[in-house]
């Protein structure tokens, strides 16, 4: 399930239905709504963090990300996971 809603957001986010910038809904709001428990939904928008897509502002919740500084993201990313190799 947490596959699916994470494909689901990731195309919305592609497709521009989300836009950059654009807050996502609550953990709680969008699991009622899609009727499935909270954890699901966390695990989803945990994933989108660590993928560079959506960043988590505390308290005000997780927005999306521009293509750029999702870019500058990834590359970090590889630069540590070859860093750790060494």
Do not use: C, F, H, W
Request: proline share 1%.
């Amino acid at each position: 399930m947490t596959k699916q809603i994470t494909d689901q957001l990731g195309d919305l986010i592609k497709g521009g239905t989300l836009a950059v910038g654009s807050l996502l809904p609550s953990e709680r709001t969008l699991a009622d709504s899609l009727g499935v428990a909270r954890n699901v939904v966390r695990g989803s928008y945990e994933y989108l963090e660590k993928a560079g897509i959506v960043q988590r502002e505390g308290q005000k919740g997780r927005r999306v990300r521009s293509a750029k500084s999702r870019q500058s993201t990834t590359t970090r990313t590889r630069v540590k996971k070859i860093a750790r190799k060494r």
